[in-house]
């Protein structure tokens, strides 16, 4: 384009010196008039050789520039594009920034001016600046002093001055009319930039943004190939490339695993997917090919595959081919084994299960039932299958029960309970279980319903329960009958008193003049011997009566206290010393007195028994309580002579003993009740001599929780 502007202003400089001569005739010029002419003439000649030169170095530039994008990294296409800015349009600084969230970030410079640590780390975008400018008004902003310019670019002046530059000129990089970048070029000096040069900064601000769209897309090409390769090579479903000729292209592990052939068949292209195919699903498979031919893909659909060892495998398969009317194709194979055998298994528990299972849709209709279902109603599953709940369980108990349940399933929620349930076929003890099933959508559509009876189970709880309750009572009753001395001594105690209180009475009353006053004194200590004996009496009848289990709040350091009181004499006939240290505000625990006074009436006889084979003056008994973080313990701890090692692990077994006529029933016994109230019982070596024996038992409110 230079060349033909300048052959068009040598063409009219041909035809103003032809007009000239021919004017020479009429009008002789003088000397002077001919040579400035010519020099005028050689002034526009030097002109158009600038003109040339430039618009060499920028077509030069701009090819240069197109090779840098066509085979450089970003970063140095942008570098490039800085370097040719500052060059070729003769300024002293350029700078390239790209816009990212509102914020301009430097990505290349050259020149002069130092950058500023701002720039790297993002000037945002306003109007306060030339940069800022450019990118809100989407056009070249050029300023011929910006350091004058304090009222229009305030922010932009201010740095202005700051770093010494003058002329600025800022040019949007545009892509599809929306700011991705700035170019921006600076003279130190007032001197403003030329139209053309203007116009090759908008040019190289074009080229900029091709070279960042290149990049984009190739690392949106690359990250999209990496994705596919990644899918490729993670083998979670076999993956193949096909071609119509019924050739295997390439294939990943997976697909190869899943036929038990190798790389090296596929290589040698031993491996076909029409030889792949076994004959009884050929024809289907044909349908898919045709089908894939006229539409490009094919629907995923099960079918079989032929391994290399002969045996078949249940496969999942969909594909596409890559371009319309194109001879190859991409598959995706998914085995089929593990789910195909969780079928199997699904299927053989619904039909040999011994619970009854059902399906029930949402109008509270039998989908499926089991056979165990139709054993238990007496009729075949073809018979009960679309009949109502109610028409099984009858109208009241499905509106009381049945209904709620399932309505609470077709909500999304797994449902469980057990108790007793009456039916048209009696009244069974039964665990229900109701599970939403969601075939195809989060909306439930059915309800599983697993019923297991439970009755004989239950009845023979329920017996082994009373059993062990005979056996506790009569184990109390045994323990009682140890202690028949000290219950002697403590209810004779009080009698005994009561019998001299009332002699001291007549005395009083013989006297002359009676002295009422002491009669009134005898007769209250009479009364209150009477009282204690009656407490000693009934807390013998509660240990030895025979009652249902209770569920009382039970203050344990009184409790302990009773049962020490019960054994006061025992301890004193066999010198043994008895402490107690019981801890403040304790909380009270849940469960039934007797049974909690049982346990503490078995260890303490035990450690009084345990002590009689060591020296009197060593027999040492120590109860303690504990407040414990989530409820209370205590500790019955002897000086006997402890136990073996090997013991520790068997005294809580039934029938295991240590004594000499021993059952070897209480211990077991006692960790029964303890377990049985939510706590545990266990012994350990009291060192340096004897036994410990504790338990811990949870407090009211973590009971309740």
């Keep these: 384009m230079a060349r033909k502007r300048a052959k068009s202003r040598t063409r009219g400089r041909k035809l103003h010196l032809t007009g000239t001569k021919m004017r020479v005739g009429r009008a002789r010029k003088s000397r002077s008039d001919l040579e400035q002419e010519l020099r005028a003439c050689r002034r526009e000649i030097a002109h158009a050789r600038e003109r040339l030169v430039e618009a060499t170095k920028q077509q030069t530039a701009t090819s240069e520039m197109l090779r840098i994008i066509s085979n450089s990294p970003i970063k140095s296409v942008l570098d490039a594009v800085a370097e040719n800015a500052a060059r070729l349009c003769d300024a002293n600084n350029a700078e390239i920034f790209r816009l990212e969230n509102n914020l301009l970030r430097l990505a290349a410079s050259y020149g002069e001016i130092p950058v500023v640590i701002h720039a790297y780390q993002g000037v945002t975008v306003n109007r306060d600046t030339v940069t800022g400018r450019a990118a809100c008004d989407r056009r070249t902003i050029h300023v011929h002093d910006l350091a004058a310019e304090e009222g229009e670019y305030p922010v932009g002046s201010s740095n202005a001055k700051r770093e010494g530059h003058r002329t600025t000129l800022a040019t949007p990089l ?92 596929l290589v040698s292209g ?54 319309e009317g194109g001879n190859q194709g991409v598959a995706f194979v998914l085995d089929l084994t593990e789910r195909k055998r969780a079928e199997y298994l699904t299927q053989q528990m619904f039909e040999r299960s011994s619970d009854r299972i059902s399906i029930v849709g949402r109008d509270y209709r039998y989908q499926r039932v089991n056979p165990a279902f139709e054993r238990r109603w007496g009729m075949p599953a073809e018979t009960i299958v679309g009949m109502h709940v109610a028409d099984l369980l009858g109208m009241e108990s499905f509106e009381q029960m049945a209904k709620a349940y399932l309505d609470r399933c077709f909500a999304g929620e797994e449902v469980s309970y057990a108790d007793w349930l009456t039916t048209p076929l009696g009244r069974r003890y039964s665990a229900v279980t109701y599970s939403p099933l969601r075939p195809e ?25 009373e059993a062990q309750m ?157 407040n414990e973080p989530d409820g209370v313990s205590v500790e019955v701890r002897d000086s006997g002579p402890g136990f073996a090692p090997a013991d520790l692990d068997r005294v809580f077994e039934a029938f295991y003993t240590t004594k000499p006529g021993g059952l070897g029933l209480g211990l077991s016994i006692c960790r029964s009740i303890i377990e049985a109230h939510n706590g545990r019982l266990w012994a350990s070596a009291n060192l340096p001599r004897g036994a410990s024996f504790q338990f811990a038992l949870p407090a009211i409110a973590n009971t309740a929780s």
């Design 174 to 265: 545009l892509r599809e009319g929306s700011p991705v970048g700035i170019i921006l070029v600076r003279r130190m000096e007032v001197r403003p930039f030329s139209d053309e040069q203007i116009a090759l900064i908008e040019t190289f601000a074009d080229q900029a943004v091709i070279a960042i769209e290149n990049v984009r897309l190739y690392n949106d090409l690359r990250e999209r190939e990496a994705r596919i390769r990644r899918l490729v090579d993670s083998n979670i479903i076999g993956i193949f490339i096909w071609d119509f000729e019924g050739r295997i292209l390439e294939a990943n592990d997976e697909f190869l695993r899943m036929v038990s052939y190798d790389r090296e068949d």
């Design 270 to 323: 031993r491996i076909r997917w029409a030889d792949l195919t076994p004959p009884d699903w050929r024809d289907r498979n044909n349908a898919r090919i045709e089908q894939q031919k006229s539409s490009g893909r094919f629907e995923p659909f099960e079918k079989e595959y032929t391994r290399k060892d002969g045996t078949c495998v249940p496969v999942l398969i969909g594909g596409a081919t890559f371009e």
């Design 441 to 465: 959508s989060e909306r439930v559509e059915a309800a599983l319903v697993i019923i297991r009876d439970l009755t004989e189970h239950v009845l023979a709880s329920e017996a082994l329960r």
């Design 470 to 626: 005979e056996l506790a009572h009569a184990n109390r009753v045994a323990t009682m009958g140890q202690l028949t001395a000290s219950i002697t001594h403590e209810v004779n105690q009080p009698i005994t008193a009561a019998v001299t209180y009332a002699l001291a009475a007549r005395r009083w009353l013989s006297a002359d003049p009676p002295n009422f006053h002491e009669v009134d004194d005898a007769l209250s200590l009479i009364v209150k011997s009477g009282n204690r004996a009656g407490e000693v009496v009934g807390r013998i009848r509660a240990l030895i009566k025979k009652a249902p289990a209770r569920k009382d709040a039970v203050a344990i350091n009184d409790a302990i206290l009773e049962v020490i009181a019960l054994t006061r004499t025992e301890a004193a006939n066999n010198s043994v010393s008895v402490r107690t240290q019981s801890a403040e505000g304790l909380p009270p625990v849940q469960g039934d007195r007797v049974q909690l006074q049982q346990v503490l009436l078995n260890l303490i006889i035990n450690a009084i028994e345990a002590m009689r084979d060591v020296g009197e003056e060593e027999r040492e008994l120590l109860i303690s309580t504990r």
